[in-house]
């Protein structure tokens, strides 16, 4: 699964999951342009994988992320944006039992 963010003005867009910061290397960060209103955007893409939601947490604990962007545009507040909470589940236990099964 891929999480996206998306905000303008922005010079920089950071991801945390699981209150921790995502590195750097694991974003892909592009500026896009829309092209019905013509509007510049600072994109990230953060793939979230199973094991990062199944990462230490027990069945009832939610793995969630959450994107803060800042700009440093003269008179543009606020200058750091928080987006609303992204919560992760995994649908399905049935492959992680058919692997331990076969593989042990």
Known sequence: MTLRCRASPAVQ????CA??????SQQHNEDIRDPDTGRSYLQTSVDITR?????????????QCQCHAWNNMP???PLLTRSRTATFHVA?????LLHSYIYG
């Open 92 to 96: 399905c236990e049935y492959y992680s």
């Open 51 to 63: 094991d990062m939601v199944d990462g230490g947490f027990s069945a009832d604990d939610d793995y």
């Open 19 to 24: 209150s921790e910061w995502v590195s750097p």
């Open 75 to 77: 008179g543009v507040k």
């Open 13 to 16: 867009i950071s991801v945390q």
